[in-house]
């Protein structure tokens, strides 16, 4: 079983920073895609911004150039630099992988998700 584990959020001026972080953990052989999603009450789950095992980037237009993505593949670490904070930034992000594991008679690949954490951007 793999368990994925955001930390970082809570609340920032417009204009600040936070830097998000998400462990996987678990018997992991490998991680591909991750990424980071959020969701504003009322709104759907959005994708933010994505990184793959090679390291190729992709971000949505809202956050360019404010939101950098990266990854530390020895700690099966996401994390999400958050600059320029915006209110319209304020959501519960979501961390998200795609991942190769194991069990003892089985190797798997299965899409998981984070527990989510909160972000919230006010004067």
């Known amino acids: 079983q793999v368990q994925l584990v955001e930390s970082g959020g809570g609340l920032v001026q417009p204009g600040g920073s936070l830097r998000l972080s998400c ?16 969701q504003a009450p009322g709104k759907q789950r959005e994708l933010v ?29 996401v994390y999400l630099q ?3 904070l915006k209110p319209e930034d304020t959501a519960v992000y979501y961390c998200n992988a795609e991942v190769g594991h194991y069990t003892d008679y089985d190797l798997l690949e299965n ?5 989510g954490i909160q972000v919230t951007v006010s004067s």
């Open 82 to 84: 958050m600059n320029s």
């Open 23 to 38: 462990a996987a953990s678990g018997n992991i052989y490998n991680i591909y895609d991750m990424g980071w999603y959020r």
């Open 111 to 115: 899409e998981s998700w984070g527990q």
């Open 49 to 77: 911004a994505s990184i793959t095992s090679g390291g190729d980037t992709h971000y949505v237009d809202l956050v360019k150039g404010r939101f950098t993505i990266s990854r530390d593949n020895a700690k099966n670490t």
